[in-house]
């Protein structure tokens, strides 16, 4: 599965953005999406994840209320929708594909992804 991301940008606080995530090949496997995200000087971490079928979404506390992470219906687009955002949301964001088992299965972990996009940048000014 190759992903692309996409849609990253100088913001304000307060601002949003709109990630994209290619990926192509995903509708012929059974791959949860997720996003991550890693800041200078600090380790990658989770930002949301979504099961195959659509229908689970987990995000991480920093960001549950503001995010929402959605994908197109033959499921070959990810979206990370990204709402009233502060400076320290600033980083590199990632798009991955993790092959799970079942339709609605997830994935949290860094380590239970298989392929990952190259990502995008997403700076919020203060």
């Known amino acids: 599965v190759q992903l692309q991301a996409s849609g990253g940008g100088l913001v304000q606080t307060g601002?949003?953005?709109?990630?994209?995530?290619?990926?192509?090949?995903r509708s012929a496997?059974?791959?949860?999406?997720?996003?991550?995200r890693q800041a200078p000087g600090k380790e990658r971490e989770f930002v949301a994840t979504i099961s195959w079928r659509g229908?689970?979404?987990?995000?991480?506390?920093?960001?549950?209320?503001?995010?929402?992470?959605?994908?197109?219906?033959?499921?070959?687009?990810?979206?990370?929708?990204?709402n009233n955002l502060k400076p320290e949301d600033t980083a590199h964001y990632y798009c991955a594909a993790a092959r799970v088992f079942g339709v609605h299965d997830t994935a949290l972990l860094a380590t239970q992804y298989n392929f990952w996009g190259k990502g995008t940048q997403v700076t919020v000014s203060s």
Request: aromatic letters at 14%; hydrophobic letters at 30%; one cysteine or more.
């Open 15 to 25: 601002g949003c953005l709109r990630l994209s995530c290619s990926a192509p090949g």
């Open 29 to 36: 496997g059974n791959y949860a999406m997720g996003w991550f």
């Open 55 to 82: 229908d689970r979404k987990y995000y991480a506390e920093s960001v549950k209320g503001r995010f929402t992470i959605s994908q197109g219906s033959d499921n070959n687009m990810v979206y990370l929708r990204m």
